[in-house]
Structure formats: structure tokens, C-alpha cells
């Protein structure tokens, strides 16, 4: 008979407790529009508000709520709980708590509206492409634990400020350079040699002379031209105070026809001759000048040759590769065919090797030392060394620095010195910090 009673009082009380649990699981709904956002680098605020829904909260029962902030990597942080609660539940908590010393969840009573708010201090990992808000739910009665459908708040996205590399400001020697290809940075000089083809040289200027002679004439051919050009581009790298002309190469050549001999002394005087023009319209040091008398056009003759499609080729080709003495290669050229290819030759080719050969100048440029220094300061900050693009922007004297030092700035947490920064940024016209402007500005 104990037996039996024990198992009445039992189900009774099992009776009594399910009676005081709802009968539905409980639901967990938002009241208003969740905020995650970044204040700065180092921090985050996480803050929203939620409310019970159907079904009821008995003064026994409570609903512990615990935010989680996840990345599609699997990162995770659980953020403190808080808890929405009935009466009873809110009393023997607060006592046990009490008792033992513990820290309290905050608490909300089962009618109201929870509010949570809490800034995070920044994780690595929090800066993902993309960070998700979840609430995690537990219904709790006198029975059991049970868990609850999540709540997905929304994600953000980490703002994070882009620096933006700055272009050099070109010296005047590096802007001619761009549409004059005569002029090279002197890290390309190449001594010349004679089996170069100066035909090959595209980027070379030419100044050409009759037949015979070595007196420069303005108006022979386009030499008018050609001899402005140089002129002006030397006279101009002269003045520039950020470059110089450190190397005019003047090479003269003569074409095949008469003695070696002559040709060797024509092709020098042209070079020289050209040389003293220069040197009389741009006062430069005689030191800069590397004058060479390059004689007989050979290489250039071969080459064009080559790419002829004479029926003689090959005979031509074969009497200057291997006829050592030059004047006897003249003689055998003149001879082959009856003299046919020559007389092409002579029409087609030695006019434009009666020339003082190419010139070509170089320049060294003082770099943009500035721009180096916010370049390496952008590289620093992209590897997330941040307080060294600090210092090393800081003492720099030039408003290009403001973007990227504002970004250093922002990503050590000094926001309002950001934000001073990227608006000095974009009174300067820097489009990129005004992006970054905005951005930051949007993290309230």
C-alpha cells in the first residue's frame, strides 16, 4: 500500500510540474534592430533587444540567452549571458548567488523587453570578411533544461580602411623620358660596340650629313627637326633641379663606300662635329659627352641584308662574314652580279648610314623620397605593422601621407585622430580617403 501511495505522490508531483510548464517550446523574438558594428579597430559593440514570445513564462521558468559571434571559419565567442525570468526563478537566483558569491546574469523579468548592450575588445579572427550574431536559447523549468531555436541577428562585415599607394612625383628628366625614348635612366647605358645594328635602335635620334661631308646642315633631310628635339630636351633636364642629363652618346658612322681610312676619319668628325653643335646651345661638361667615330656602317649593312629578300642574300651575306679586310669586302660587294645588288645598296641603304649615328642621353633623377617613405608605410600597414607606419609617417612633411596615416591611426585604435587625418586626406583631393572617411565615420 506504501508502494502505491509513493507512486500517486509521485505522478502527482510530475502532474503539478508539467502543469506549470508551457505546453508549447518557447520562442525568442527581436523587439528592435540589432547593431553590430566596429567603433575602431580594437573594438566592437554588440547590441539588441528581444522579448519572450508565445506562450507564457511561468514565475518558476526563465529563458538564458547567450549572445555568439561566429566567422564562416568556425571562430566563435560566446559573449555573458543574460537571462529573461519569472518571479520565483528571479528570487532563488538572486539568493544562490548571494550565498555563494557568484556573479549574476543580468536579469529581465518575463514580461519585459531585454536589452542587451556590451562592447567587445577585438580578436584577431573578429576581423573576417564577414562576422555573424547569433543568440543562443535555453528554456529552463522546474523539470529540465531544453534548448531553444537560435536567433540570427545579422552579420557585419569588418571595416577596415584602405591605404592607397601614392605615384611619384616624376622628375623632369623621367616625364620627357616617357614620350622620349632617346632618353634613358643611366642604369640602361650599354657601351657601344661595332657589331651593334644602330638601325635596330628605334629609340635613337639621327642626324644625317651629305655624302662625303661632315659639315652639319639644319636643313639636310629632317635635321631641323631632330636637332630642336634634342636641344630642347637637354636644355630642359638642365634646369630641372630634381634631374640631370649624366651621359649624351654620340656614335658617327660613314657608309661602306671609298677607303676604310677615309670613311674611319668622316665618321669621327661627324660625331665630333655634332658634339660641338650641342655643346655650343647646352652648356654641359665636356665629361658628359662619349663621342665615338664608329666608321663603316657594317653591322647595320649586314643586318638590313638579312632581312632583305635580295637574290643575292646568301653571296652577300657570305662575303662579310668572311672577308676579314674591309676595303676587299667593298671591292667583292661592288663586283658580284655586275655590281646589280650594289647599285641596289647604294640606293636603298648608304643614305641612312651617312648619318653621325645614334644619340642617345642619360639621366639620373633625385627619387621622390617622400613618396618611398608613405609607399613603405602602406606595405607596413597592409602586413599589419601599423605602429611603424605610425612613426614613420608621422615626422614626414608632405600631405600625401594623410590617407595612409590615417588608416595606421584608425587600426591602433586613435579614431578621432583618424578621422582629422582623412579629412586633411580629402581637402587635398585624395578620392580614397574619402571612402575611408566615410567608413569610418559609419562605425558609431
Known sequence: MKIINDIQAWMGAAALCLSSCPLLAQQVVPTGEPVLSWQDSTQLKVAFSVAAGDGEITSDDRLILTPRLTTKAGDTLALPPVELAGRRNRRYF???????????????????????????????????????LTVDCEFED???????AALDLGATCWFTPKPKAVVPVLSVAEQI?????????????????????????KDALYVHFPVGKWDLREDFRDNEATLARIVDMMRRVKDDKTSSIVKVVIVGLASIEGSVAFNEHLAGRRAEVLKDYLDARVDMPDSVYEVVGAGEAWADLRDVIAESDLDERQELLQIIDHTPDANLREQRIRRLNGGRP???LKQ????????????????????????????????????????EAVALLEPLDDERKWNTLGVAYFKTGRRKEAIVCFERAVKAGDSEAAGNLKGVQAVE
Not at 584577431?124 to 555573424?132: D, T, V
Not at 614620350?179 to 657601344?192: A, D, F, G, M, S
Open 94 to 132: 538572486d539568493r544562490r548567488a548571494a550565498l555563494h558569491g557568484e556573479e549574476r546574469a543580468v536579469v529581465a523579468a518575463a514580461a519585459d523587453t531585454l536589452y542587451y548592450n556590451k562592447v567587445v575588445e577585438a580578436e584577431p579572427w573578429m576581423r573576417a570578411s564577414e562576422l555573424s
Open 142 to 148: 522546474c523539470c529540465d533544461v531544453r534548448p531553444l
Open 342 to 344: 650594289y647599285q641596289y
Open 177 to 201: 623620358a616617357v614620350r622620349e625614348p632617346v632618353l634613358k635612366p643611366v642604369n640602361e647605358y650599354k657601351p657601344y660596340t661595332r657589331d651593334i645594328p644602330l638601325r635596330k635602335m
Open 348 to 387: 636603298s641603304v648608304f643614305a641612312d648610314q651617312r648619318n653621325s649615328g645614334y644619340i642617345r642621353a642619360y639621366y639620373e633623377a633625385v627619387p621622390d623620397e617622400a613618396a618611398e617613405a608613405i609607399n613603405r608605410a602602406v606595405a607596413l600597414v597592409r602586413g599589419g605593422r601599423d605602429a
